[in-house]
Every structure is written in structure tokens, then in C-alpha cells.
């Protein structure tokens, strides 16, 4: 009806709807809802209906008609009027941006579609949305601070307003605020911060027509005022001068080869990523150093920008029309705010590669810059016809750091040469590139290789003594990451230990022949005195605790192990009324146990336990413990089995993982580590999910099932083991934590199925060290808790 399908509203409609400062002042106070409905052109418009229908129409149908409706309104609205606020103040300081946001209008549905998808996930689960948010308001801000058109800015206010509102708008989840989040996640998100502000400066150096504050790469597509002939001809010419240096200012920055190291360090930046991705300290210590590089050459860049007159004297900008002061301080202050994120971080990121993985890196990096040298002096020395001068080797020799450097950071510094034919300019442009490539080819390469304490050839022999003659029921906990691994003399034991202040810590008994035990026990203690730690035997059986008392050593209770013995098993009479109940809801929900692994698992299936499990962990705002307590790297591996409880629409209700347990070569029992379930899902999925892996492994012919231990919990007992002062602080702490952790609820829970329990153990030699034992431990289970999550732990426990 308003002929604007095909180019978006004419200019005598875009006055009466679109979004704009002129628009809006002129009396049209609409237009912040109007513009919503109008898009700039066909392209736009069939986008839009795309967007529509991927993204409002499920938020519709998730939080209803009228709330979908309201939020629209007034994120649209809101949104618009904060954007054009903006652009209102930022035309009132001297700048091209400001100036170009007051004379914008726009047209632009995704707006509200945005604020809305923000606004709805008030009420998702924890896991999306911190997913959605982060995404989004990455992808906004970055559209924002790069691209900065006024419709750039009403999308990101609008989705702030989303945010902001969303609780009001929505309603709140049943699960509460995010307070925390595992470390895998956390480590996800910061990756996700530090690649975006990398694609940012990508986009806008292919984006000509960006203006935001961050734009400074669209200069690379700046015509080139002269050829490089041409530019021998201005340069010969002493009145010329400054024409001379513009020139080679354009010159050195027109092309394919000079874009690709212009953008070297984005891309350095995005290896880095992945590092921090993954966890690694070199990746966190290579972003760290290249922000701290970058932020070095803005500064540079503003105080040359602030004390020179001449507009070609900026480090960045060069003689681009745009160059400002703000638009130098603007860079330096989002590279501080990235940097200060990594400092504060640092925490995450402290997987380490083995020793030797490194100077490969270096080495084939220099060797990398050797070829690049010899072949940059011997054939542009072959070549030097195809230069404005005849370089030598020395000229060219001297010029080789320079290709390292990219174009954009050489604009104070007169070139010694410059390449006039293609063969020389091929040279010219591509020998640093080449050793850049080869150094983020090599650093992805070390972040592949498996971290330390992953000793494959120490695990394959642990696992071979766990195969046969077998362990413990909790013994497959010492296949973990973070593990070291001691072998008695005779190759027929194998300890899992890791050292914290001091002291050896042990990850179960030691594995192997348990009639030779004492003998390995002796041996082990024998190999940490010789490396001046203290052993401390951790999560240990009766047999090892007997032995250690008779030695003199110290024996405490840390956790309490129920055991289902299988044998007979039958889940009658009153006291299994509540499995019986959970077993028959389930046949009535349609919800059926399914055994898979998460290598076997459908990608549908393993994004659903992801999922689950971030959602718990985040929803409980505190630390996520590790040490003997699995999470979801410990699910990778492939003898570890997952029964899940699943309905007919493939929806995952719960997840847990049963561990093997062999005696010479046979399974014999399962071990029960991971349990996790959906807050909104069928709800006796615990007591669902135990009593079919019961029924399972009693079919298989197995001897019992381990749920496992419980830390700091202990069932009463009347041939209880002598109480000492050390037990009754121990009772302390478990009562203390319960109502953070929930440990004892844990054992109580348990305590349905009618187990046999046995009592878990911390034994060590001396008394004194109890203190140095009490900081490992803690730092074990708690290897990456920061100041903030310890505070809010101290807060609740004092609040409990």
C-alpha cells in the first residue's frame, strides 16, 4: 500500500515512519514502532520473514500471545528511543559517527524480534539462557561498535531492554538466577568474548560502508590514488613530499597481501581463542600478550593522533578522512576491557601442555622466518629491477622485520623500498604472512596435544592392572585427567596420586594384586619421601585402612560407599515402595532407560545431557567439585556406560554413568558416578534410573552395584571405629556443607535401594601434616574456585 516493498519507504513515507533524530523531533513520536513494520528493501523484507519465523514464532509459543505481544511493544519502543538517545548525544561531540548516526533513518523488524527472543529467556532454563544472551549481545555489540549504523544500535539497545525487562515482561524461570557455571562453560563463553572482537574488525575490514567507532579496517578498500610506477615519478618529485607519503600510505595498504597481514594478529587472536577454549595457560598467555601488544600500539597511536597536527601521522588511520582522537581512544578502551576480562579470569585457564611441546613451536616458527629471510634476500637480490630502487642485500636484509610487521603499524616509517613489478610485490607482500601461518598452524597444533598429567602410555598400563586383576569398586576414578601415576618395582601395582602443598594425595587404593598391598603401600610411601611430599592415602577400603592403622598411621572416615549387592535382589515389600513407584510412573509417562555412551549417543541426545548438566551446575552458583566427583569430560570415555531416561518424543529426562568394575579380566560390578536430571523433567528419574541398572546388571549376571561414595557423610553404625576429635571436626564439616552440597541428603536418598555400606577412608602418616592435607584436598576437589565464588560459598553457609 505504501509502495515500499521493493527499495523500503520513499522519502516522503520514511518521514512518517521510519526511525530516526529528524523524524522523531519533528513531531512523530510513532515512528519508534512504526519503523519495526518496514524494512529497507525486498532482500530485507524476505530476511526478516525468515527471522520471523525461526525466531518470534517459537518465542511466541513458548511465553503466549499476550506476553509475546507486550514485549514486542515495548522492547521495540524502548530499544528505538535509546538508540536515537545515542545518536542525540553522540552528534554533540566532534565525530563522524555522531554525525552520521543524527542524519540515519531506519526500518528494521529484527529489532523487536531480538528484544523479544532477550526478553523470553527470563523464563528458559540456565544453560540457554546464558547461551542465547552471551550470542546475541556479542554478535549485537560487535555489530554496534564495527558496522555502527543507527539500525545497529537500536537492535543492541533493544535486546539490552530485552535483558533488563525480561523478568516483568516474561516472568522469572522456576529455576532462579544464574549465580555460576562449570568451568567448561565459563571457558566457552570468555572464547566466544575474544573471537568476537577479533570477527569484528574481520567484518568491517570487508564492510567499506561501516562507521562505527571500531571501523577502522573499511580503510583497506580506500582507492589508491597512484599505481606504484606512478608513485616513482611523486615520490622523485622533493615538492611532492607529502603526496609522496600518502601515496605509499595507500599503496602499502591496497591488496590482497597487505589485508592478510593486517589482519594477522585477528587471526592470532582467534588460535587464541581456541586455546582458551579448551582451558590452556598458552592460550590464555598468548591472548594475554597480544591484547597487551595491541593496547601498546593504540596508545602509541593516540598520543601520536593527540600531539600531531597532520592527519597521516595516526598509527591506525592513516590519511583516512574518518581519523579522530575518540576514534583512536575507543579501540584502546575495548582491547583494555578484553584484556581486564583475561586478567581476571586467569584462573580457567591453567591446563598445561607436557614438557617439549613448546619449542617445537618455536623452532619451526624461526625456522619458518630463516626460509622466509634467505628467500626474501636471495630473489628480491635476483629481482631488484622489479623495486624503485636497487635494494642490496643488506637494504633487504635490514627490511625483513619490517614484512612481519603489519602495513597499518608502518605508517610513521619511511619505506626503504617499495616492489613496482607483480613478482617483486609477491615477495614484498607474502614473506611474513608465510611465518605467521606457520606459527598459528603450530600453536593450534599444541593445543591438540593432550595436557599434562594425560600420560597415554601410564594410563594404558593402569588400565590393563584394572582389567586384571582389578580394583576397588571406585578404583576407575584413577583413569581421570589430572592424575599422575606411580608403578611399584615389579610393574603389579599403580597408584593415581596428584601433589597439592606438599602432599601426595591418592585417588582410591592402589590398584593391583591386593595380597601384595602392604609391600606396594610401603613402596609408595617410599617414593614420596624420596620427593619430600606427604602421602595421603584418599578414598580408600577397609583392607588399606587396616593396614595403614597397624602402621601406626592416621585413619579417618571421609565418605560413606553403599553397595547394592545384586544377588537376590528384589524390589518388594514396603521398604522399596518408593523405587516400585518410580518404576511404575515411568511405565505410565511412556519414559523407558536406555543404555548408550556419549561417543555412541545421537548429537540430539549429547546436546540434551550437555544441557541438563550445565543447567545444574549454574543453577547451584557455586564451584563445580572434581577430584572424586565426575562431570562431563569424565563421560567421554568409552568403557564408561550412560543409562538415560528417555520418553517417546527422544526427550531426555535424567542421565547417569555406571564405571566398570573387573576382576581378572570379568565385569563384575558397575559404579555409579554421574547423576543428573532436567529440572522441569519426569521426577523419580533418580530411583527410575538406579533400580533399571539394578535389574540390567543383575540379568548380566553381575555381583553388585556401587552408587558410590558420599563425601563427608557417614551412616550410623553401632560397631563404629573409636571417635576422634578429627572425626567430630570431620561431622562438623559435613553439617556445615549440607545444606550447600547436600552430601547427606545424597546418602539418604541412597538409602532406598537398602545397600550394604562401607565406610571410606582418609589415612596418612603423620598428624601434623593434617593441616597441608586439609589445603590439597580442598584444592583437589575445588581446583578453580575464584574469590567471588568462595565468597558467595562463605555468604550462603553463613545465611544457612
Not at 502 to 514: F, K
Not at 609 to 619: F, L, P
Amino acid at each position: 500500500m505504501t509502495g515500499s516493498l521493493r527499495h523500503g519507504p520513499s522519502p516522503d513515507i520514511a518521514r512518517w515512519v521510519s526511525s530516526g533524530v529528524e523524524s522523531f523531533g519533528d513531531g512523530h513520536p510513532w515512528v519508534l514502532w512504526s519503523s519495526g513494520l518496514f524494512a529497507s528493501g525486498i532482500v530485507e523484507y524476505v530476511l526478516v520473514t525468515v527471522v520471523v519465523l525461526a525466531v518470534a514464532v517459537p518465542v511466541e509459543h513458548r511465553i503466549g500471545t499476550g506476553r509475546f505481544v507486550v514485549a514486542a511493544v515495548v522492547t521495540q519502543g524502548v530499544g528505538a528511543a535509546l538508540a536515537l538517545l545515542i545518536a542525540l548525544i553522540a552528534s554533540t561531540v566532534p565525530n563522524t559517527w555522531g554525525i552520521e548516526l543524527h542524519g540515519h533513518v531506519v526500518e528494521d523488524p529484527l529489532a523487536w524480534v531480538l528484544g523479544t527472543l532477550l526478553a523470553s529467556t527470563a523464563v528458559m532454563d540456565t544453560l540457554w539462557r546464558r547461551r542465547i544472551r552471551t550470542l546475541v549481545l556479542v554478535f549485537l555489540v560487535t555489530a554496534a561498535l564495527f558496522a555502527g549504523h543507527l539500525q545497529d544500535v537500536t537492535r543492541l539497545c533493544a535486546a539490552v531492554a530485552g535483558v533488563i525487562l525480561g523478568p516483568w515482561l516474561c516472568g522469572r524461570s522456576a529455576r532462579g538466577p544464574a549465580l555460576g557455571g562449570s568451568v567448561r562453560e565459563q571457558r566457552t563463553l570468555i572464547a566466544l568474548v575474544v573471537a568476537a572482537s577479533v570477527l569484528g574488525p574481520i567484518v568491517a575490514a570487508f564492510s567499506p560502508h561501516a562507521i562505527g567507532p571500531l571501523s577502522a579496517l573499511r580503510m583497506l578498500f580506500d582507492q589508491v590514488p597512484y599505481s606504484a610506477r606512478e608513485l616513482v615519478d611523486v615520490c622523485a618529485d622533493p615538492a611532492l613530499h607529502d603526496e609522496c607519503r600518502k601515496g605509499q600510505q595507500a599503496l602499502r595498504l591496497s591488496g590482497l597481501g597487505p589485508l592478510m597481514m593486517n589482519l594477522m594478529p585477528s587471526i592470532v587472536l582467534l588460535v587464541s581463542a581456541d586455546g582458551l577454549r579448551r582451558g590452556r595457560h598458552a592460550g590464555w598467555l598468548l591472548s594475554v600478550w597480544a591484547h597487551t601488544a595491541l593496547i601498546g600500539t593504540a596508545a602509541a597511536s593516540l598520543v601520536a593522533e593527540a600531539t600531531e597536527q597532520d592527519e597521516t601521522r595516526s598509527l591506525l588511520y592513516g590519511q583516512h578522512r574518518h581519523s579522530s582522537v575518540y576514534m583512536e581512544l575507543t579501540p584502546l578502551l575495548a582491547l583494555v576491557a578484553i584484556l581486564m576480562v583475561l586478567l581476571a579470569s586467569r584462573r580457567l585457564f591453567e591446563v598445561r601442555a607436557p614438557r617439549g611441546t613448546y619449542p617445537p613451536v618455536w623452532l619451526g616458527t624461526l625456522g619458518a622466518l630463516a626460509v622466509a629471510t634467505l628467500v626474501y634476500v636471495g630473489a628480491g637480490s635476483l629481482l631488484s629491477g622489479g623495486f624503485d630502487r636497487d635494494p642490496g642485500t643488506w637494504t633487504l636484509l635490514r627490511d625483513m622485520p619490517r614484512r612481519l610487521i603489519p602495513p597499518v603499524y608502518l605508517q610513521l616509517f619511511e619505506p626503504p623500498v617499495l616492489p613496482l613489478t607483480s613478482a617483486a610485490t609477491l615477495l614484498f607482500e607474502w614473506a611474513g604472512v608465510l611465518v605467521w601461518l606457520v606459527f598459528c598452524v603450530l600453536m593450534l597444533r599444541s593445543f591438540r596435544v593432550p595436557a599434562l598429567g594425560h600420560d597415554v602410555d601410564a594410563q594404558r598400563r593402569v588400565r590393563r592392572l584394572l582389567h586384571s586383576p582389578g580394583g576397588s569398586s571406585l578404583s576407575w576414578m584413577t583413569t581421570w585427567d589430572g592424575n599422575h601415576y606411580w608403578f611399584s618395582s615389579d610393574d603389579r601395582h599403580a597408584v593415581a596420586y596428584r601433589v597439592h602443598a606438599g602432599v601426595a594425595l591418592t585417588t582410591c587404593d592402589p590398584i593391583g594384586d591386593r595380597g601384595t598391598l602392604l609391600a606396594a603401600i610401603d613402596e609408595f610411601a617410599a617414593f614420596c619421601a624420596e620427593n619430600g611430599w606427604t602421602p595421603c592415602l584418599y578414598s580408600v577400603g577397609e583392607p588399606t585402612a587396616v593396614i595403614a592403622r597397624e602402621h601406626g598411621w592416621t585413619c579417618l572416615q571421609v565418605a560413606e560407599e553403599t553397595v547394592i549387592q545384586l544377588d537376590g535382589l528384589a524390589f518388594t515389600g514396603k521398604k522399596f515402595q518408593d523405587v516400585r513407584t518410580a518404576l511404575n510412573r515411568a511405565r505410565k509417562d511412556g519414559v523407558t532407560a536406555e543404555w548408550t555412551s556419549l561417543h555412541d549417543a545421537p548429537l540430539a541426545v549429547v546436546e540434551q545431557i550437555v544441557a541438563i548438566s550445565e543447567e545444574w551446575v549454574a543453577d547451584k552458583g557455586l564451584p563445580e567439585m572434581g577430584f572424586t566427583l565426575g562431570g562431563l569430560e569424565e563421560l567421554r570415555d568409552p568403557e564408561v556406560r550412560l543409562l538415560l531416561a528417555i520418553d517417546e518424543d527422544r526427550h531426555v529426562h535424567a542421565v547417569t554413568s555406571w564405571m566398570p568394575v573387573y576382576r581378572d579380566g570379568a565385569l563384575v560390578a558397575l559404579t555409579l558416578d554421574f547423576m543428573r536430571r532436567r529440572s522441569d523433567g519426569f521426577r523419580p528419574s533418580m530411583e527410575f534410573l538406579i533400580a533399571s541398572a539394578a535389574s540390567a546388571a543383575q540379568e548380566q549376571g553381575l555381583e553388585y552395584l556401587s552408587l558410590s561414595g558420599a563425601p563427608l557423610a557417614a551412616a550410623a553404625r553401632s560397631d563404629a571405629m573409636d571417635r576422634t576429635t578429627l572425626d567430630a571436626l570431620l561431622e562438623l564439616l559435613g553439617r556445615t556443607l549440607e545444606p550447600v552440597y547436600g552430601f547427606r541428603s545424597l546418602l539418604a536418598f541412597k538409602s532406598k535401594f537398602q545397600p550394604e555400606y562401607r565406610p571410606v577412608y582418609m589415612v596418612f602418616p603423620d598428624p601434623a601434616a593434617l593441616p597441608a592435607i586439609g589445603v590439597a584436598v580442598g584444592h583437589a576437589y575445588l581446583p578453580d574456585v575464584s574469590l567471588g565464588q568462595g565468597r558467595r560459598l562463605l555468604a550462603r553457609l553463613l545465611r544457612r
